[in-house]
């Protein structure tokens, strides 16, 4: 079945540092890969995605490149902020007729001033 | 955007009651989704529905049912409360990517 697999939390990053947050998946077919964001009290966010294979998928200075060839899609952001503190989750959808989300366990960041 | 509401932020209720989700979504989404999520465990599928009337089980549905009675609304059901379903549960609605509400954090004593 399908599987994403993330980074452990929990990091801690000083103010305009840079972040990465490693996903890896293992998937049949063609998925297509997200990552979320879950602000303190609130719901899960989209924050980003890619449907293919080498597409770079962007939001609010956050980017992830689906790489196929080593079934990877990690988060990078060249420069945190305080206000970026959340969980983060990788995400697959196995497509077809009915688009389940497999989640990985989520990565919670902190950025201090 | 789809907005999905969550009819209560927090509950507690006692063990052996029968405890009532609600989720509503303001489209004409056929996908619904309930997961709960737990620290260290991230999120899993507890039920799903493509249509009225139509549900599938996902990877932890013992102790929930769920219902569909119009397209917009999709219920989770605990039919008989136990401690070890405290939990915080999120709906969402979507095809492509999904929309989730903003929780329930129940919490059963």
């Known amino acids: 079945g399908n599987s994403v697999t993330q980074m452990e939390g929990p990091v801690t990053l000083s103010e305009e540092a840079f972040l990465t947050i490693n996903c890896t998946y293992t998937?049949?077919?063609?998925?297509?890969l997200f990552w979320y964001v879950q602000y303190p009290g609130e719901g899960l966010q989209l924050l980003l995605k890619?449907?293919?294979?080498?597409d770079k998928g962007s939001n609010k200075g956050f980017e992830a490149t689906y790489r196929k060839e080593t079934t990877s899609f990690h988060l990078e952001k060249g420069s945190v902020q305080v206000s970026d503190s959340a969980v983060y989750f990788c995400?697959?959808?196995?497509?077809?007729?009915?688009?389940?989300?497999?989640f990985g366990k989520g990565t919670l960041l902190t950025v201090n001033p | 955007d789809v907005k999905v509401t969550q009819s209560s932020r927090y509950l507690v209720k006692r063990t052996g009651e029968k405890v009532f989700l609600e989720c509503v979504q303001d489209m004409d989404h056929e996908n619904m989704f309930w997961y709960r999520q737990d620290p260290g465990l991230g999120l899993r599928l507890i039920y799903f529905s493509y249509d009225v009337k139509m549900k599938e089980k996902g990877d932890i549905p013992e102790g929930y049912s769920v219902s569909r009675e119009k397209k917009e609304r999709f219920s989770l059901i605990l039919e008989s409360a136990s401690t070890n379903q405290t939990s915080m549960y999120l709906c969402a609605a979507g095809s492509a990517s999904y929309t989730f509400g903003s929780g329930t954090r129940l919490t059963v004593v």
């Open positions: 998937a049949t077919g063609y998925p297509s």
């Open positions: 890619a449907t293919k294979a080498d």
């Open positions: 995400a697959l959808s196995g497509g077809g007729s009915n688009y389940k989300l497999t």
